[in-house]
């Protein structure tokens, strides 16, 4: 009887312990998010597609857009996908202006908040870019690693 008492006791306190432990976050993989912005439009509105640990694609806004001096960039950009959303602070500059008009800009970026399936991912890395004075447009590669709680 002891022996049957004992047993349903472990197995009880596994089950608690399966109901009430924390989340596990993944484990941090690579992502590459590339985005065509159109800063003809204000808000600065465009397109996006991601690979690797995010496999989604959709449309962005930039509701903060700021030029700081020095060349520096301050961005806050809303990416909407069939997952949810998530937003990025991005922080940028320019390395080098080619001679048709042309900037390179390089950068870092980081997730700060998301909803839906997005609402625990964490991520960050670098930021390479161009913006293409003929057109008002950036063309932009986001690599780095994410992982969800």
Do not use: C
């Not at 991601?50 to 700081?68: C, F, K, M, Q, S």
């Not at 991520?123 to 992982?147: K, Y």
């Amino acid at each position: 009887m002891r022996r049957i008492a004992a047993v349903l006791v472990s197995g009880l306190v596994l089950a608690v312990w399966l109901v009430v432990r924390p989340a596990q976050a993944t484990v941090s993989t690579g992502v590459t998010i590339t985005s065509t912005i159109n800063l003809n439009t204000d808000p600065a509105t465009g397109t996006w597609t991601a690979t690797g640990d995010i496999n989604d694609a959709g449309t962005l806004v930039e509701p903060r857009l700021n030029l700081v001096g020095n060349g520096e960039l301050q961005i806050t950009r809303v990416n909407s996908g069939s997952e949810g959303t998530f937003t990025l602070r991005i922080l940028s500059k320019v390395t080098g202006v080619e001679p048709n008009g042309d900037v390179d800009f390089t950068g870092r970026w980081v997730v700060i908040s998301g909803t839906g399936q997005y609402a625990t991912l964490h991520g960050q890395g670098t930021r390479t870019a161009v913006f293409r004075a003929d057109t008002g447009t950036v063309t932009e590669t986001l690599t780095g690693i994410v992982h969800f709680d």
